[in-house]
C-alpha cells in the first residue's frame, strides 16, 4: 500500500477525488494506492506529476510530497511464516482463483453515512414483512404451511446463507398470527453431528422427550422405552381429540444420523384413526439429500414418504428486484445505492463458471456480504454510487 492512501484521508480528499483529477476510473486508482500497480496505458512519470500536483493543490507539505508514493513497509510480525509467491497463471480462472464469498460483513459508520443508512437492509429480518419471496420461495414456503396446517413429511434442503431459517421464523410467526391449532415441537440440535465421535447425535428418545415436553410439560416422562413411547402416543392423540394438529421442525437435518431418520418414518406412523398424529420439516444443508438419495437402501423406507423442496439461488434476472425489495426495507431506493453496471458485476462475481458448468452462489447471505463490503469500500474511496469498478475491488 502507498502512503498516499492515508495522505489523500489527511488532507481532507477521497481516492474519488484523485480519480476524476486524473480522469482515471476510481478502480485504477485503487489498484495504484492499495496494490502499487500503475496503469499501463499512461506514462508513470507524467502520472507521478499528475499526482503530485493533485496533493499539492490540497495543501500536502513538500514533506508530505517527498514520501507520498513510496510503499509503507509492513513490520514482520515475530513466527510468522515466509509468503509463498501466487503462481502466475494467465489461463486461470479469474472466478476459481479469487474466493467468490466474503465472510459476514458489516457496515462501517463511514459508509451508513454516505449512504443514508439507518440499519443494515441485509442484517437478520425484524419481521415477516422483511422476507424477500419470489415464485421459488413462495413454493417452498407454502410446502411448509402446508405440512405444518394440514399434514405432511417434508425436506427443505438450500445452501448456506440460502434463506431456511428466516422462512421457519417466518412460519411460526404465520402460525401464531393466524392463531392456528398448530403445536410446533423444536427439538434442540446445539452440538448435534450424525457420530458421537464428533458430537452429539439426535436420537428418536430426545426427539420424544422433546415431544412430550411440549404436548404434555406437566406429565413426567416414564424410564422404560415401552412405557415412554405409549405415554407419548397417548399424549398426542388427546392432544389432537383437543383440536391440535402438531409439526416437528428439526434444523441442521443434515447431521441427523440415518437411524434417527429412519425412526422418523415410525414416529409419522402414529396414528388416531386415518389421521397422522406428527407432521414432520426437516431443515438441512445440501448433504442431506446425500443422505436421502434412492440409492441410499437405509433409508429406502423414507425416501419414498418425504417429499423435498430445495431453496434455490436469487435468479440472475431477478437480483436487481430482490436488492430494490431490501433496500426499501431500509428506506432506500435502489438507483441512490448501485447503478446498474454494478448489478451485473455483482452478478458476475457470484456467478462460477468452469468449463461447462455455471453455478451461482446468489443466495441473500452472499449478495448482502458482497454488497455491504462494496459500501464500505465505496464510502473509502469517496464514492456516492456502487459501479462496476467498485465491486470488482471488494
Known amino acids: 500500500m502507498l502512503k498516499i492512501k492515508k495522505l489523500i484521508i489527511t488532507l481532507g480528499s477521497s481516492q474519488a477525488d484523485l480519480a476524476r483529477a486524473l480522469e482515471l476510473s476510481p478502480a485504477a486508482i485503487a489498484q495504484l494506492v492499495n496494490h502499487s500497480q500503475w496503469p499501463k496505458s499512461i506514462d508513470s512519470g507524467a502520472l507521478v506529476i499528475q499526482i503530485l500536483e493533485f496533493l499539492k493543490s490540497k495543501g500536502a507539505t513538500a514533506d508530505q510530497l517527498l514520501g507520498a508514493l513510496s510503499e509503507e513497509v509492513e513490520q514482520p510480525r515475530a513466527n510468522a511464516a515466509t509468503p ?69 413429511f417434508l425436506a427443505v434442503v438450500g445452501e448456506s446463507g440460502a434463506g431456511k431459517s428466516s422462512l421457519r421464523r417466518d412460519l411460526l410467526v404465520r402460525l401464531a398470527s393466524e392463531g392456528a391449532p398448530v403445536v410446533v415441537i423444536e427439538p434442540y440440535v446445539l452440538a448435534m453431528e450424525d457420530n458421537d465421535q464428533k458430537g452429539k447425535t439426535l436420537k428418536s428418545a430426545h426427539i420424544a422427550e422433546a415431544i412430550m415436553a411440549t404436548v404434555a410439560p406437566l406429565e413426567s416422562t416414564k424410564s422404560s422405552p415401552e412405557a415412554r413411547f405409549r405415554q407419548l402416543h397417548n399424549a398426542l392423540k388427546s392432544s389432537h381429540q383437543a383440536g391440535y394438529r402438531h409439526v416437528l421442525i428439526i434444523e441442521e437435518a443434515h447431521s441427523l444420523p440415518i437411524p434417527t431418520l429412519k425412526q422418523l418414518k415410525r414416529l409419522r406412523e402414529l396414528e388416531s384413526g386415518f389421521t397422522k398424529l406428527v407432521s414432520i420439516i426437516l431443515v438441512g444443508q445440501p448433504e442431506l439429500l446425500v443422505k436421502l438419495s434412492e440409492r441410499n437402501a ?15 439461488p436469487v435468479p440472475r434476472s431477478m437480483l436487481d428486484e430482490f436488492l430494490a425489495f431490501r433496500f426499501k426495507r431500509a428506506g432506500l431506493q435502489l438507483e441512490n445505492i448501485i447503478d446498474s453496471s454494478g448489478v451485473e458485476a455483482l452478478a458476475d462475481r457470484l456467478t462460477s463458471t468452469a468449463r461447462d458448468d455455471t453455478r451461482s452462489l446468489l443466495y441473500p447471505l452472499a449478495i448482502g456480504n458482497m454488497l455491504v463490503a462494496a459500501m464500505n469500500l465505496a464510502a473509502e474511496m469517496g464514492e456516492t454510487i456502487i459501479n462496476a469498478d467498485v465491486i470488482r475491488e471488494v
Do not use: C, W
Request: aromatic residues 6%; negative net charge.
Open 298 to 312: 437405509e433409508v429406502r423406507e423414507v425416501v419414498q414418504r418425504i417429499q423435498t423442496v430445495q431453496l434455490e
Open 84 to 152: 509463498q509467491p501466487a503462481a502466475v497463471n494467465p489461463e486461470e480462472n479469474t472466478l476459481e482463483s479469487e474466493p467468490m464469498l466474503k465472510r459476514k460483513q458489516h457496515l462501517m459508520p463511514a459508509a451508513r453515512k454516505a449512504f443514508g443508512l439507518v440499519r443494515d437492509p441485509f442484517d437478520d429480518l425484524q419481521s415477516a414483512d422483511d422476507l424477500y419471496v419470489n415464485p421459488d420461495i413462495r413454493y417452498v414456503r407454502e410446502s411448509m404451511y402446508q405440512v405444518a396446517r394440514h399434514d405432511g
